[in-house]
């Protein structure tokens, strides 16, 4: 009849020590986790001590040194050159209104011959 009880709904039995418990298993838990986290960032590591060996065997690079090399070759050449790639545009830069724009269009439209002038004004 008791256990019928507690099947309906009835006031199910406190445990003293219910809380302490689930402390324990949370710390048990936090505890187990870190130990696998540890595990696996040591067998990480193992796996890096290997793959090193084999690049230094093979002469391989990284790919973030090869990106990094040819990046730096890339703006090595373009750096004298006419075609190299532009850079990115710096911040507060083309940002103005668009007013500053009309008057540097005015400003290239004084300076062309006169039938041109009257072609742009229409």
């Known amino acids: 009849t008791k256990d019928m ?10 445990d003293p020590d219910a809380a302490k418990k689930e402390e324990e298993r949370q710390e ?8 696998r986290k540890a595990k696996y960032a040591k067998m ?21 040194e090869k990106e990094a090399e040819a990046q730096a070759a890339l ?17 507060g830069c083309g940002d103005e209104e668009e007013e500053e724009e ?13 039938p041109l002038q009257d072609m742009f004004k229409k």
């Open 5 to 14: 009880g507690k099947m309906l709904g009835g006031d199910e039995e406190k």
């Open 28 to 35: 048990a838990l936090r505890q187990e986790e870190e130990e």
């Open 44 to 64: 990480e590591a193992e796996r890096e001590v290997m793959r090193q060996g084999i690049r230094d065997k093979y002469g391989i690079k990284k790919k973030e």
């Open 75 to 91: 703006e090595a050449n373009a750096e004298g050159s006419l075609t190299r790639p532009k850079k990115a545009i710096p911040p």
């Open 102 to 114: 009309e008057s540097i269009l005015d400003t290239v439209i004084k300076y062309l011959p006169g």
